[in-house]
Structures are given as C-alpha cells and as structure tokens.
C-alpha cells in the first residue's frame, strides 16, 4: 500500500492558515446574523409603529362615522317634526290658496334646510377623512 503524504497542504488539516479561514468564516456569519436581527428588529418597530398609526385612523374613523350619525338622526327628527308641523298647518288652512301658499312656504324651507344639513354633513365627512389621514400619517 501506497503511503499517503502528511504534508498539511495536502491532508486537509486546519493548520494557522485554516484557523484563520476557518475566523474569519464564524465573523462574517455574526456579523451576517446581526446585521440580519437589526434589520428585523427595525422592521418589528416599523410594523408596530404602522399598526399603531392604522388603530389610531380607524379609531378617528369611527368617531367621526358616530357623529355623522348622531347628526342625521338629528336632522331626521327635525325634517319629521317639520312635516307634521306642515300637516298640522294643513289642517287648519282656510282654503286652497292658503293651502298653495302653506306648500310653496314648506317646499322652500325645507329645500333650504336639507341643503344646509348636506352641507353639513359634507364637512363633517371631509373633517373626519382629514383626522383619519393625519392619524394614519408616520410620526417622525
């Protein structure tokens, strides 16, 4: 049998030279490593960060969906109190003229008064968007 040279270039032992690969390997792979647990680190901040940002959207979000709301029950129970009001002065009316009169006299306050409730509600739809959007903007 042939004999096999012990030469360390050749039988694959880890002499000086291999030791110092073989460092240089483990401190590429830590630094690798770390560099990998900052960037998810920054990334687990970012994401609670947006999830507090969203929460805080939606929250703004249905506050104002609420007053909106409570806004047009509100202009609900004028514009039915208004129309039975109407019927009441109906009733009373004298004659058709009065009638024609009574008519044309509701058709015009409550075209006016539905305006301005649109109005109204229009503003504070572009306020609650507004809040929304600022709640939802990154803090710096």
């Not at 507004?130 to 710096?140: E, L, V």
């Amino acid at each position: 049998m042939a004999k096999q040279p012990t030469d360390a270039t050749t039988s694959g032992s880890t002499g000086a030279g291999g030791a110092d690969v073989a460092q240089n390997m483990r401190q590429a792979a830590e630094s690798t490593l770390s560099q990998a647990k900052q960037a998810m680190d920054r990334y687990m901040r970012e994401a609670t960060r947006m999830y507090g940002a969203m929460e805080s959207s939606v929250e703004t979000t249905q506050a104002g969906a609420r007053d909106i709301n409570r806004k047009a029950i509100d202009f609900a129970e004028t514009n039915v109190k208004a129309t039975l009001d109407f019927a009441q002065q109906l009733v009373r009316a004298k004659d058709p003229k009065e009638i024609v009169q009574l008519q044309q006299d509701f058709l015009k306050r409550q075209v006016e008064q539905m305006n301005g409730q649109m109005r109204e509600l229009g503003q504070q739809a572009t306020q609650t968007a507004q809040a929304a959007s600022a709640a939802a903007r990154p803090k710096t």
